[in-house]
Nanobody, 119 residues
């Protein structure tokens, strides 16, 4: 069984920073692409950024230049450093990972962590 657990969300003022973490655990054989999505109230879930197992990164236009995604393969962990946060970044942030376990290969989701940007 595989689990993803996010942490690091919270309340921050506009212009502030937060660092999200997501740890994958369980019967993992290999982790491919890891990424972050977010869902604001009343809106659909949207892709934010992802990073391949070879450290190739991609970003949504709305966060490029402000957010940085990285990973620690030894710890099956992905990070999202968020700088210069704006009120429109307020959302629940979800981690996603493409994982090969002892049973199968599939995408997994974390439970989400709330990020609120407000003065």
């Amino acid at each position: 069984q595989v689990q993803l657990v996010e942490s690091g969300g919270g309340l921050v003022q506009p212009g502030g920073s937060l660092r999200l973490s997501c740890v994958a655990s369980g019967s993992i054989l290999r982790v491919y692409t890891m990424g972050w999505y977010r869902q604001a109230p009343g809106k659909e879930r949207e892709w934010v950024a992802d990073i391949s197992s070879g450290d190739t990164t991609k970003y949504a236009d709305s966060v490029r230049g402000r957010f940085t995604i990285s990973r620690d393969n030894a710890k099956n962990t992905v990070f999202l450093q968020m700088n210069n946060l704006k009120p429109e970044d307020t959302a629940v942030y979800y981690c996603n990972a493409d994982i090969v376990s002892v049973l199968r290969r599939q995408g997994y989701w974390g439970q989400g962590t709330q990020v609120t940007v407000s003065s």
